[in-house]
């Protein structure tokens, strides 16, 4: 059973709106959350993060915004821009004894459309 | 700086043959993970290192193993393939062993499992 669901597999979104991409998992006791952003014949990179003692973290265009009680977070980016075109992943961290883990969505592909 | 790097980059393996893939951390980086990214799984974790010693393990079968040398460096193996070996594998470097330091991803080493 997968503890981080990415229920969208693809998104459109025309250029300079807005574009919002859903998380939603299941285990409560990892308490760090990530976006990732990957371009193909690349490796993700880091898109920005959140731990839960907080419910919204901002950088420029891209917000997220986690809501414990739902299990829900959400990435959004404002304004899209093309270049955002990409395969962005949600991931769930957990970190303690000296190690971590992060377990990654199966991705949401979004496409800006100039 | 140099970014992590993987080689080969591109792997055609027989089923029952096995492979050595291997990650280049960037300079200074002591924890290596290790991920494979499917179409059906997305991107699942298989072990993380830090100090030549494995910290956690994700949930695949013995035939994949892996190990980190002193300079970091990290190789991981995979034993009598299987045809849904074939993949993406991602190595990711970080400073430290906490979710506090960025992970930064290689480019990948797509195999190919005939």
Redesign the interface.
Known sequence: DQQVKQNSPSLSVQEGRISILNCDYTNSMFD?F?W?KKYP??????LI?ISSIKDKNEDGRFTVFLNKSAKHLSLHIVPSQPGDSAVY?C?Q?Y?G???????????TKLSVIP | KAGVTQTPRYLIKTRGQQVTLSCSPISGHRSVSWYQQTPGQGLQFLFEYFSETQRNKGNFPGRFSGRQFSNSRSEMNVSTLELGDSALYLCASSLGASLSYEQYFGPGTRLTVT
């Open positions: 760090y990530l990732y014949a690349e490796g993700p990179t880091f993060s992943f991931a961290g970190s004894a000296g190690s971590y883990q992060l377990t990654f969505g199966k991705g």
